[in-house]
C-alpha cells in the first residue's frame, strides 16, 4: 500500500518538486497551498486548502485526507516565509510574522496530525529547516532564529513520541534555485540607515545565492531516501559542500575567528 503523505506549502519551490518526485514513485501526496486554485493547472498532484496560521484551515486538511486515505503517514512541514534585515529597523509585525510560519505553524501541523498517528500506531514527520538555522547570519537573523528555534523543538518532539512509533527528523537545505527571494520580506532599505551599505551588499550577495542555488530535485531525492530509511537520523543537510562544511567549522572553531570568517564572506568590517 502506497505511502500518504502531507506536504505543506507544495505549490512552488521545494515544496512542489519534493512533491512530483514522492508522487513519481508512487507515493499518495497531497499538496497544501493558501491558494489551491492558482496552481491546480501547474500541479500532477492534489493541492489542499491549507494556511498554516489558520489552525481551523489545517484540521480541515487533515480530515480531508483522513476521510479519503484513513490515514496519513509522512508529513512534510515545509511552508515557510525568508525575512531579511537588520534587525533594529524590521518591524515586530513582519519578526511575529516570520515565527508565527516558520515555527508555530509546523507546530500547529503536529499537534493535529500526532492523534492519527497514534491511532494508526505509527507515522514520520519532517520538519524543514536550514542551514541558516545553524548560525545567526547578518541581516538573515530572524530567519535563522526560526529555522534554529524549530531544530531544536524537534529534538525534543522526538524524543516524546517515539514511544508511539512516530519518528521525526529535521532537513536543513542550503541554497536552492526557487522562487524564495521574490516571495520574503525584506526590511526596506532606508536613506538614513546606517545600516544601508552594509545591508544593501549583503542583499544582493543572499539573492545571487539563491539564483546561483542546487536543483530542488536533490531535496525531493534526499527526502525520498529518508522516508525509504529504516531508521532515519535526526538531523540532514543537503546543499553545496561549503554550505554544509560551514557547520562544521562553526563547531570546531572558536567563535571570534568564525565570527571574522562570515563578516569577511559578507564583506562586513
Do not use: W
Not at 17 to 25: C, N, T
Not at 189 to 208: E, F, G, I
Not at 228 to 249: C, D, M, T, W
Amino acid at each position: 500500500m502506497a505511502k500518504v503523505v502531507l506536504i505543506t506549502g507544495g505549490s512552488s519551490g521545494i515544496g512542489k518538486a519534493i512533491a512530483e518526485f514522492l508522487s513519481e514513485k508512487g507515493l499518495s501526496v497531497y499538496g497544501t497551498s493558501r491558494s489551491p486554485e492558482k496552481y491546480t493547472a501547474v500541479c500532477n498532484f492534489p493541492l489542499l486548502k491549507m494556511d498554516v496560521l489558520d489552525p481551523a484551515s489545517i484540521s480541515e486538511a487533515i480530515a480531508e485526507i483522513i476521510q479519503k486515505e484513513g490515514r496519513i503517514d509522512v508529513v512534510i512541514n515545509n511552508a515557510g516565509v525568508g525575512i531579511t534585515g537588520p534587525i533594529e529597523e524590521t518591524p515586530m509585525a513582519e519578526i511575529k510574522k516570520a515565527f508565527d510560519t516558520n515555527l508555530y505553524g509546523p507546530l500547529y501541523v503536529m499537534k493535529m496530525v500526532l492523534p492519527q498517528m497514534r491511532k494508526q500506531q505509527g507515522g514520520q514527520i519532517l520538519n524543514i529547516t536550514s542551514i541558516a538555522g545553524y548560525m545567526g547570519l547578518p541581516y538573515r537573523g530572524i530567519y535563522s532564529a526560526t529555522k534554529a528555534a524549530l531544530e531544536i523543538t524537534t529534538e525534543a518532539y522526538r524524543m516524546e513520541v517515539m514511544q508511539f512509533g512516530i519518528r521525526m527528523t529535521n532537513i536543513a537545505p542550503g541554497d536552492f534555485a526557487t522562487n524564495i527571494a521574490s516571495g520574503r520580506y525584506h526590511a526596506p532599505l532606508l536613506d538614513d540607515s546606517p545600516y544601508k551599505k552594509a545591508y544593501s551588499n549583503t542583499l544582493d550577495m543572499m539573492n545571487a545565492h539563491v539564483e546561483q542555488g542546487e536543483d530542488p530535485k536533490e531535496m525531493a531525492r534526499a527526502i525520498y531516501k529518508i522516508i525509504q530509511a529504516e531508521n532515519p537520523r535526526i538531523h540532514y543537510k543537503v546543499g553545496a559542500f561549503l554550505q554544509k562544511f560551514s557547520i562544521v567549522l562553526k563547531r570546531i572553531l572558536p567563535d571570534k575567528l568564525y565570527e571574522r570568517m562570515l563578516m569577511n564572506h559578507y564583506k562586513l568590517k
